[in-house]
Structures are given as structure tokens and as C-alpha cells.
């Protein structure tokens, strides 16, 4: 009787200590493994994007700590940042483990790198290349999930006078009020312009209507002596250009 007891705590036993052992937190972890301790004794380059996701969660669950948690949720979506930055709090939530809080610290967390990298791109105000022009529009226009065409105003040489927004919502010919275009282009004294939209599909490949509205703008330009340099499509990290590809 005895001995069957001590055998079934025993088992009870050995069962809550691999529970334990597999629900260990970060703070159970060694000092080295710890993403924050990490991160101050080796600096912040050094930790991964699921470590600096864990230390914006904070916590995981009774079965999964936050690193795992991370990796779980950077995996799902291809260890890819930018596809996490396009998830909405109610998709977040979809994840065990991550609540209002939790989804809105990674949100914060986002926008602010997202912000960051619209002031670096607005540091560099000359366009030489369709990369420049990638360069400048893509934490913009990079993320989103409908279109938007966006105009780039230069001067001489070749530098940013001004960037507007022209439409929202989708592209096509008759949405597009060449003349404010134009009206816009002389008012700053451009001299030459950049189209720039975004495909949240992910192709790259201008449509029948992106190339009607750039020859209609292309011809507009003509008349005034304000040249269109480029027509540059955005599909979150990759972009084609209507000028690299003789296209214009």
C-alpha cells in the first residue's frame, strides 16, 4: 500500500515538475538568455526580432513564455516584421497568449519603427533613381491595404519641393483631375514630377489603367514643360519602374 502510494505521488510529482520545467519563465532562464539582460550586456543589435518582440509583450502563458510566444507568431507570419505590422489588434488577438494589451504594445511598437523610417526618408529630399523614389515612398505606401497615388514636385535639381497625396482607394483615369496635377507642379515651380502608387496585391506589373493615366500625364506635362521622370509601383518591398523599363 505503501509502496503504491510513494510510486503515485512520485509519478504526480515528476509529471508537475516537467509541467514546471516547460512553463518556465524568462526570469527562470539564465541571466544570459534573458532578452532584456541581453540586451543590456551585449546591446541591442544582438537580440532577434522574436527576443525584441518578447520584451514588448513582456509575459507569456502558464504553458508558453513570451520568447516562445513571439516565435510562435513571427513564424505565422513568415518571420516576416512587415506582415506583423499590417495585423489589426483583433488579428493579434487571435494568438493565445495576447490580449488588448499585448496587441496594442505591438501596434505601438510598430508604428513607431513605421514613423522612425518616414523621418529618415524625408531626411533625403533629392530623387536620382527609381530606388530613391522607393526609398522615400515605401514606408509609406509599403503597408497599406488599398491605393494610394502620390505625386513627388521637383526642382532643377532634382530635389523634393513638395509630396501629395492625389487619391485614395484605387486608380484609374477618371479619378485623376490632371489639371489639379499640373496646377499644383506650377504653383511650387516644378519642373519635373514622379507618379507613385502602391499594389497592396503584391504585383508589380503596371495595369492597362496605370498606363493610360501615366500617358495622359505624360502628354499634360509635355504642354506645360514639366517633365514626368518616372512612374514607380510599390508592392510592399519590392517596386517597378515604368522609367527602368522604357516604359514611359
Request: proline letters at 1%; glycine letters at 8%.
Amino acid at each position: 500500500m505503501y509502496c503504491f502510494s510513494f510510486i503515485f505521488l512520485g509519478g504526480i510529482m515528476h509529471k508537475n515538475v516537467n509541467k514546471i520545467n516547460k512553463s518556465l519563465t524568462i526570469k527562470h532562464w539564465k541571466e544570459d538568455d534573458r532578452p532584456r539582460e541581453k540586451m543590456l550586456l551585449k546591446g541591442k543589435s544582438s537580440l532577434s526580432d522574436a527576443e525584441l518582440l518578447a520584451i514588448v509583450i513582456g509575459s507569456g502563458t502558464r504553458e508558453e513564455s513570451a520568447l516562445a510566444l513571439s516565435r510562435r507568431i513571427l513564424l505565422h507570419h513568415g518571420n516576416n516584421l512587415n506582415a506583423l505590422a499590417k495585423l489589426s489588434s483583433t488579428e493579434l488577438r487571435q494568438f493565445k497568449g495576447i490580449g488588448m494589451a499585448k496587441a496594442v504594445s505591438i501596434i505601438t511598437a510598430l508604428e513607431m519603427g513605421r514613423r522612425r523610417n518616414v523621418e529618415l526618408a524625408q531626411e533625403k529630399q533629392k530623387v536620382n533613381s527609381s530606388k530613391d523614389v522607393f526609398d522615400i515612398m515605401q514606408v509609406i505606401l509599403g503597408d497599406l491595404s488599398h491605393e494610394e497615388f502620390w505625386i513627388l514636385f521637383l526642382n532643377n535639381a532634382n530635389k523634393i519641393l513638395d509630396k501629395t497625396q492625389l487619391s485614395i482607394g484605387g486608380i484609374t483615369a477618371t479619378l485623376v483631375d490632371v489639371r489639379l496635377i499640373f496646377k499644383k507642379g506650377i504653383a511650387l515651380g516644378a519642373t519635373s514630377i514622379v507618379l507613385c502608387h502602391n499594389h497592396p496585391s503584391g504585383n508589380l506589373i503596371p495595369s492597362n489603367a496605370d498606363i493610360q493615366l501615366t500617358e495622359k500625364i505624360v502628354k499634360g506635362g509635355k504642354m506645360l514643360d514639366i517633365k514626368v521622370l518616372d512612374h514607380v509601383i510599390i508592392a510592399g518591398q519590392g517596386y517597378y519602374s515604368l522609367a527602368d523599363e522604357n516604359r514611359l
